[in-house]
């Protein structure tokens, strides 16, 4: 709420309320509509080589090196 803006523009209360509702709505929706397109969205599993990742942590831990 910006009442420099609300005093400038004249408006009563139920007026500033509405206006305030509708810019919430507004934001609200793009903010969804940005978060359906973000590429972290979607959960994937993960693609992974256990077996190798065993092997270099037993190598890291041992000392030696890959």
């Known amino acids: 709420r910006d ?3 609300v ?3 004249g ?3 139920a ?3 509405h206006a305030s509702r509708v810019l919430r709505h507004y934001r609200q929706r ?3 509509e940005i978060h359906e ?3 972290y969205y979607d959960v994937t599993r993960p693609e ?3 077996a190798e990742r065993a092997r270099f942590a ?3 831990i041992t000392g030696g090196t890959r």
């Open 3 to 5: 009442p420099e803006c």
């Open 7 to 9: 005093e400038n523009s």
């Open 11 to 13: 408006w009563d209360p």
């Open 15 to 17: 007026h500033e309320r």
């Open 30 to 32: 793009i903010y969804h």
């Open 37 to 39: 397109r973000l590429p």
């Open 48 to 50: 992974a080589d256990w």
């Open 58 to 60: 037993d190598a890291v």
